[in-house]
C-alpha cells in the first residue's frame, strides 16, 4: 500500500553578519572564554544588527532554500515559522514572509510557540498536513532575535543565547509505508506546564505590554533537558520501527555542549555522528535545528539514504523528536 511521506527536498540559513566572541562578552558582564568554553562548549555567537528582524533572517534563509529546493515561490502551500521573538505581536511573522515571498494568494500561514522545541513542533504540524493530502510542499522555518529578549547586564543568561534562522522545504513523495521508506518517518512532540516558570519571559502582552527578559534556573533545566532528548530520539525512533544502530546522524537541540555529550552518551551514539554547532552559533532556540541542518547540507555532510535522528527541548517545558530518512 502506498502512502505519503514528507521528502526534505531543501534547507537554507542565515546568520547575522556581527559576531560576539566569549571575549567581547568578557568586557561587558563579569565572565571569561574559560567559564563560558568550559560549562558550555560556546565560543562566539552571531547577532542581528539593529534593524535586521527575524522575518529578515527568515526571508534569507527560506529563499535559500527554495533555491536548493529547485522550486518557485509559488509551489508553497503552507509557511509556518517557530519562533518566540516574531516581528510583531499580531500577525504572525509567517504572514509577513509569505508577502515578502510573494507566495500565491491564500496560502495559510502562521507562527508555532514552543520556544526550543519550535522547529519540530512546526514539522509535525507540517507533516501531518502533508500526509492527510491537505497540502503539497511546506515551507518550515525556526528563526529568532534572541539578543532582543537577552538582559546584558545578567551573565546567568547573556553568554548563552545567539540570534539566526533555519529553513526546511518537506514535500509529499509517495512511499510504501514500511521503515524503509525515505522521508519523515516519525515526529513526536511533548509538554509538561508543570515546569513553567524553570525557563520565560516574566513579562507579555497580557501582563503588561512587554516582550521581558529570558529568565532560566539553568541547572535544574539541564537537568530535565538530557532525558528529554534522549526521550524524543527514543520514541521517535520506536514509531519509524529503527534503532540507534540505524541512525547516520544525531541533531540536537544546541543549548549547551555538555548537554549535547551527556545524551549522546545514553543514546549509545558515537560523538561523531552528532552534529555541533552550538560552539559558533550559541542558544538559538527555534533556529537551533534547521539552522544545523542546514549548515550540514552545505557543508556536504548529508548523502541520500542517511538517517538522521532530531531532538529538542526548551521552555514550557516542550519537547520532541524525529526520524528522518534523506
Ligand atoms: O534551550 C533550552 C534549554 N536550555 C538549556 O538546556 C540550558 C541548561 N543549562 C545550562 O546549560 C547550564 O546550567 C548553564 C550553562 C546555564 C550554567 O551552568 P552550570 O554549570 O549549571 O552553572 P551554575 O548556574 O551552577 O553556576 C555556577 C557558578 C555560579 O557561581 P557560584 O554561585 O557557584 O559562586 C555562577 O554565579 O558560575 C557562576 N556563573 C558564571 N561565572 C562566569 C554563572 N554564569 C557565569 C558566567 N561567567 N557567564
Redesign the pocket.
Known amino acids: 500500500m502506498t502512502i505519503i511521506r514528507s521528502h526534505l527536498i531543501g534547507t537554507g540559513y542565515k546568520l547575522p553578519a556581527k559576531i560576539l566572541t566569549n571575549d567581547d562578552l568578557s568586557q561587558m558582564?563579569?565572565?571569561?572564554d574559560e567559564?563560558?568554553s568550559t560549562?558550555?562548549g560556546i565560543k562566539s555567537r552571531h547577532i542581528a544588527a539593529e534593524g535586521e528582524l527575524t522575518s529578515d533572517l527568515s526571508y534569507e534563509a527560506a529563499l535559500m532554500a527554495i533555491q536548493n529546493a529547485q522550486i518557485k515561490n509559488q509551489e508553497i502551500d503552507f509557511i509556518i515559522v517557530a519562533t518566540v521573538t516574531g516581528d510583531h505581536t499580531f500577525p504572525a511573522t509567517a504572514a509577513k514572509l509569505a508577502k515578502k515571498l510573494g507566495l500565491k494568494p491564500g496560502t495559510p500561514a502562521m507562527d508555532v510557540n514552543a520556544?526550543?522545541s519550535g522547529f519540530v513542533y512546526a514539522s509535525q504540524i507540517a507533516d501531518n498536513m502533508i500526509r492527510l493530502g491537505q497540502i503539497k510542499t511546506a515551507l518550515v522555518i525556526g528563526a529568532e532575535t534572541l539578543s532582543r529578549i537577552t538582559d546584558w547586564t545578567d551573565?546567568?543568561t547573556c553568554?548563552?543565547f545567539g540570534d539566526g534562522a533555519g529553513a526546511a522545504i518537506f514535500q509529499a513523495v509517495e512511499g510504501l509505508g514500511t521503515k524503509d521508506d525515505t522521508g519523515l518517518l516519525a515526529t513526536k512532540i511533548y509538554a509538561d506546564g508543570e515546569q513553567f516558570d524553570r525557563?520565560y519571559s516574566a513579562s507579555g502582552v497580557s501582563i503588561d505590554q512587554k516582550a521581558g527578559y529570558i529568565h532560566?534556573d539553568?541547572?535544574e533545566?539541564?537537568k530535565v533537558?538530557v532525558p528529554s532528548l534522549v526521550q524524543g530520539v527514543e520514541e521517535s525512533l520506536k514509531i519509524a520501527g529503527l534503532s540507534i544502530e540505524d541512525v547516520n546522524w544525531y541533531v540536537p537541540?544546541q543549548?549547551?555542549l555538555?548537554?549535547i555529550d551527556s545524551v549522546a552518551k545514553k543514546l549509545n551514539i558515537d560523538m561523531e555522528k552528532v552534529i555541533v554547532t552550538v560552539d559558533h552559533h550559541g542558544?538559538t532556540?527555534a533556529a537551533s535545528i534547521p539552522l544545523a541542518l542546514a549548515e550540514s547540507f552545505a557543508a556536504g555532510k548529508f548523502k541520500k539514504g542517511d538517517v538522521i535522528a532530531i531532538s529538542a527541548?526548551?521552555?514550557g517545558f516542550t519537547w520532541g523528536g524525529m526520524i528522518l530518512r534523506l
Open positions: 558582564v563579569d565572565t571569561n567559564w563560558i560549562r558550555t520556544a526550543c551573565r546567568n553568554v548563552l525557563l532560566m539553568g541547572k533545566v539541564f533537558a537541540h543549548a549547551n555538555r548537554i542558544n532556540s527541548m526548551g521552555a
